[in-house]
Every structure is written in structure tokens, then in C-alpha cells.
């Protein structure tokens, strides 16, 4: 979808296209302010010098989208959105609606499902389609389908996607990004060399910034250097199994099928604080944060049916540097207390000598539950229904064991 989360909100508000717009954080006193003064009249009448500027913010929020005309100044996603205001002043604030985004997201994959039911879901603002078996999924190579989907989502949702078609999943995704907004790219195998060779290799859904990195030191900044290398270099830098595919998706090699049943990877929350916490003067709010995102995962994978046997911690330094650390156990569990203290575990092991504005807590290598082996705390007595005793005893940790 074509920056979904600010779409959306500019259906509410069409007086704002055109216009830059940064969407990010929940309700403020300001927006509640806006609409109280507006009563019961349409919001599509509340006139553009009312709303909130992105220069008079003051907080800690980060951006989840921006408008197109906001992104031509350098503003994107998941940047602050104090260090937004510098490059973006005049842009208009608007908070996220969850609510409204879900709803939207269920109605664009419906409508897909509808022209054709060989769904992927990515996220909520984006699909993989299987068009082999459709009628006339294969006319004009596809772009005859793509069309008939982007009218059909268009008509039920007001809103934009583009379409990327190619023969796997990996191409596609790199297509989908060609002609944005509201376009429609079709790649063949033959166009590898004049469409996705020129690329930046952190292009390909996989490669991250550590891989991109250590790729630049080794002179690879385009998918076609990244090809021109042997497999055996690259299985000697990166490992067995990741040079061995980056070898394959270089050359435009996926045979991944689309997943139908989809299953999480990972289950994760975190916060972004009001104000920066340091890990000593502030570790008894540091200390009640930690612990409330551990009981949070282990809610949320009790809720699901999962239990996980790999815990990790995420950390935003005050300079917006991300560390991250993981730890993996014999045993699975969605049992709080085990969560917090494999997490903590995971805490001794990055550096805690400068202020911190965001801190997170993850599970993955997730199995249903009653299919794989517990953790031995996992009892029932920590099950969702006995929260307060899981709390009381998971709140005796201390946030920092190696200080």
C-alpha cells in the first residue's frame, strides 16, 4: 500500500493532500483540542491552519510514515520526529489510529482474496499474490490482473497500492518499489541484469545494515558485484548457509512458495520514553518498564497459543544507536518470570554507560504450545488468570544482575 498509515488518515482529511504530513505516536492533548473545537462538524472542514506543526512538537515520538510530499524533504519512517521538525518544519502532525489502520487492512486483503485468493500476508500494509493459476493471471505478464486489483482496491478503500510482478517472490518485492506511487512493475527473468543488477544490494529483502556494511568493506554495493562474486567467497565471509543464498538471490533465484497459513516469527514489544533513563540513576523505572514488557510478551504468546526458546532485549542509546541481544534455551516457555530473567541475562551483555530512549523485549523461535518442550517454570500458576503472583515474583529481579 502506498504510505498506508498517512493514507488512510487523508481520507478523514482530504483538505491535507498535497501536503506534507508526518503520522506518528498516540492522541495528544493538542489533537484532542482540535476536534473539541470542531464539535460535530466534518473533519474534512477543519481548516489546515488549525492543525498541529511538526516544528512545535516537543517529545519523544517516532514517525511511522510520512506523506510523499513530506518524504521529498527527507523525512521517513522510524525517524524522530524532534529531528524531523529540522529538516521538515511546516509539515502537519497527526497521530496514529490503530483502530482505523487494522480495519482498513483487513478491508484491501479482502478485496485482494476476492480476485485472488492465493494470499500471502507481509505485515499490514503489504501482500505476496500468486497469480499462476487465476484466469488471465498470466495476460499482458500480469499486468492485466495487477490492474483489476489496484481498481478493486481503489473502489472499496479510497486508497493506492503498487504492484510489483515478477516471476518469485524476492523480484517482486524489489518490483513493487520501481513505480511508486499508484504504478504497476513487471519484471522478467531477462531484465535481471538491467533492472535489479544496478540496485543497491540492501535492496534485497534479507540483506540488513550489518550485511550491507560488511558488503561495502568488501568493495559490493550493487546486486550485480554482489553476483559477480564467487559462492565460495561469499559462503567464507558470511557463513555456509547465508553466502550460499546470497549467491542464489544475486543471480534472482528464489523457489520460496507463498506461506497461506501464516505463522509469527516473532512476538515483541517496547517503549519509547518520555524522557532519557540511565541505567543507574534510573533503575527502579528502568526496572518496572523491563519487567512490564516481559509480562506483556509472555500475555501475548500465552494469548496465542506459542511459547518461544529464544528471548532477546532491544536497546536505543540517547544518539539513536540500537543495540540488540538475544539468548537462546533448551527449553521453550511463555512463562513471564523465565522471560525477565533470560532477558536480563541478555542486559549484562551490552554497554550501559549512556542514556537510553527506548527499550524492548522479543521472543522468537516460536512453537505451538503442548507441541515442544517447556521451560520448568512454565506452571500454571504463572498462566494468564494468575498474573499478580507472576508480577510479585518477577519484579525480585534486579534490572542489572552484573552491576
Same mark, same amino acid.
Not at 512545535?56 to 510520512?66: H, K, L, Q
Not at 533513563?277 to 526496572?287: N, Q, S
Not at 516481559?294 to 529464544?310: I, M
Not at 504463572?382 to 507472576?390: E, K, L, N
Given at each position: 500500500?502506498?504510505?498506508?498509515?498517512?493514507?488512510? %488518515?487523508?481520507? !478523514?482529511?482530504?483538505?491535507?493532500?498535497?501536503?506534507?504530513?508526518?503520522?506518528?505516536?498516540?492522541?495528544?492533548?493538542?489533537?484532542? /483540542?482540535?476536534?473539541? @473545537?470542531?464539535?460535530?462538524?466534518?473533519?474534512?472542514?477543519?481548516?489546515? &491552519?488549525?492543525?498541529?506543526?511538526?516544528?512545535?512538537?516537543?517529545?519523544?515520538?517516532?514517525?511511522?510514515?510520512?506523506?510523499?510530499? @513530506?518524504?521529498? *524533504?527527507?523525512?521517513?519512517?522510524?525517524?524522530?520526529?524532534?529531528?524531523?521538525?529540522?529538516?521538515?518544519?511546516?509539515?502537519?502532525?497527526?497521530?496514529?489510529?490503530?483502530?482505523?489502520?487494522?480495519?482498513?487492512?483487513?478491508?484491501?486483503?479482502?478485496?485482494?482474496? %476476492?480476485?485472488?485468493?492465493?494470499?500471502?500476508?507481509?505485515?499490514?500494509?503489504?501482500?505476496?499474490?500468486?497469480?499462476?493459476?487465476?484466469?488471465?493471471?498470466?495476460?499482458?505478464?500480469? !499486468?492485466?490482473?495487477?490492474?483489476?486489483?489496484?481498481? &478493486?482496491? *481503489?473502489?472499496?478503500?479510497?486508497?493506492?497500492?503498487?504492484?510489483?510482478? @515478477?516471476?518469485?517472490?524476492?523480484?517482486?518485492?524489489?518490483?513493487?518499489?520501481?513505480?511508486?506511487?499508484?504504478?504497476?512493475?513487471?519484471?522478467?527473468?531477462?531484465?535481471?541484469?538491467?533492472?535489479?543488477?544496478?540496485?543497491?544490494?540492501? +535492496?534485497?529483502?534479507?540483506?540488513?545494515?550489518? @550485511?550491507?556494511?560488511?558488503?561495502?568493506?568488501?568493495?559490493?554495493?550493487?546486486?550485480? %558485484?554482489?553476483? #559477480?562474486?564467487? !559462492?565460495?567467497?561469499?559462503?567464507?565471509?558470511?557463513?555456509?548457509?547465508?553466502?550460499?543464498?546470497?549467491?542464489?538471490?544475486?543471480?534472482?533465484?528464489?523457489?520460496?512458495?507463498?506461506?497461506?497459513?501464516?505463522?509469527?516469527?516473532?512476538?515483541?514489544?517496547?517503549?519509547?520514553?518520555?524522557?532519557?533513563?540511565?541505567?543507574?540513576?534510573?533503575?527502579? %523505572?528502568?526496572?518496572?518498564?523491563?519487567?512490564?514488557?516481559?509480562?506483556?510478551?509472555?500475555?501475548?504468546?500465552?494469548?496465542?497459543?506459542?511459547?518461544?526458546?529464544?528471548?532477546?532485549? +532491544?536497546?536505543?542509546?540517547?544518539?539513536?544507536?540500537?543495540?540488540? !541481544?538475544?539468548?537462546?534455551?533448551?527449553?521453550?516457555?511463555?512463562? #513471564?518470570?523465565?522471560?525477565?530473567?533470560? /532477558?536480563?541475562?541478555?542486559?549484562?551483555?551490552?554497554?550501559?554507560?549512556?542514556?537510553?530512549?527506548?527499550?524492548?523485549?522479543? &521472543?522468537?523461535?516460536?512453537?505451538?504450545?503442548?507441541?515442544?518442550?517447556?521451560?520448568?517454570?512454565?506452571?500454571?500458576?504463572?498462566?494468564?488468570?494468575?498474573?499478580?503472583?507472576?508480577?510479585?515474583?518477577? #519484579?525480585?529481579?534486579?534490572?542489572?544482575?552484573?552491576?
Amino acid at each position: 500500500m502506498d504510505a498506508f498509515f498517512a493514507s488512510v %488518515e487523508l481520507l !478523514r482529511y482530504p483538505q491535507l493532500k498535497g501536503l506534507p504530513v508526518v503520522i506518528g505516536g498516540g492522541r495528544r492533548t493538542v489533537d484532542e /483540542a482540535l476536534l473539541a @473545537a470542531h464539535g460535530e462538524r466534518a473533519l474534512r472542514f477543519i481548516p489546515v &491552519a488549525e492543525f498541529p506543526l511538526l516544528k512545535d512538537y516537543v517529545g519523544r515520538g517516532v514517525i511511522t510514515t510520512a506523506t510523499y510530499a @513530506a518524504r521529498q *524533504f527527507g523525512v521517513g519512517s522510524a525517524m524522530g520526529m524532534m529531528k524531523a521538525a529540522r529538516l521538515c518544519p511546516q509539515a502537519i502532525v497527526l497521530p496514529v489510529d490503530f483502530d482505523e489502520i487494522r480495519r482498513f487492512s483487513r478491508l484491501f486483503k479482502s478485496t485482494i482474496a %476476492e480476485v485472488a485468493p492465493q494470499v500471502q500476508d507481509r505485515g499490514i500494509d503489504e501482500v505476496y499474490i500468486d497469480f499462476t493459476d487465476v484466469p488471465g493471471g498470466q495476460r499482458e505478464g500480469g !499486468r492485466s490482473l495487477a490492474r483489476l486489483i489496484q481498481r &478493486a482496491i *481503489f473502489e472499496n478503500t479510497g486508497l493506492t497500492c503498487s504492484i510489483g510482478v @515478477a516471476p518469485n517472490k524476492l523480484l517482486a518485492k524489489m518490483a513493487s518499489e520501481f513505480n511508486k506511487p499508484n504504478g504497476i512493475s513487471i519484471v522478467y527473468e531477462a531484465d535481471l541484469q538491467t533492472l535489479i543488477w544496478p540496485l543497491n544490494v540492501r +535492496k534485497i529483502n534479507g540483506i540488513g545494515p550489518k @550485511a550491507g556494511e560488511k558488503l561495502a568493506r568488501l568493495g559490493v554495493q550493487t546486486i550485480g %558485484e554482489l553476483a #559477480a562474486l564467487e !559462492r565460495q567467497f561469499l559462503m567464507a565471509n558470511f557463513g555456509k548457509a547465508s553466502g550460499a543464498w546470497m549467491h542464489e538471490v544475486a543471480w534472482g533465484r528464489d523457489d520460496s512458495p507463498l506461506a497461506l497459513e501464516s505463522e509469527p516469527v516473532s512476538m515483541s514489544r517496547e517503549t519509547t520514553f518520555e524522557r532519557d533513563l540511565h541505567a543507574v540513576r534510573d533503575k527502579a %523505572e528502568l526496572g518496572a518498564i523491563f519487567t512490564r514488557l516481559c509480562e506483556q510478551v509472555a500475555a501475548d504468546l500465552q494469548h496465542k497459543g506459542y511459547v518461544a526458546r529464544t528471548i532477546g532485549i +532491544k536497546l536505543r542509546y540517547d544518539d539513536f544507536r540500537i543495540a540488540t !541481544r538475544d539468548q537462546t534455551v533448551q527449553a521453550h516457555t511463555a512463562d #513471564a518470570q523465565a522471560i525477565r530473567k533470560i /532477558a536480563g541475562q541478555c542486559l549484562k551483555r551490552v554497554p550501559l554507560d549512556q542514556r537510553l530512549r527506548l527499550l524492548g523485549v522479543r &521472543a522468537s523461535a516460536l512453537a505451538r504450545a503442548g507441541e515442544a518442550p517447556v521451560h520448568e517454570q512454565n506452571k500454571p500458576s504463572a498462566q494468564a488468570g494468575h498474573a499478580p503472583a507472576a508480577t510479585e515474583s518477577i #519484579a525480585s529481579y534486579p534490572l542489572f544482575e552484573s552491576w
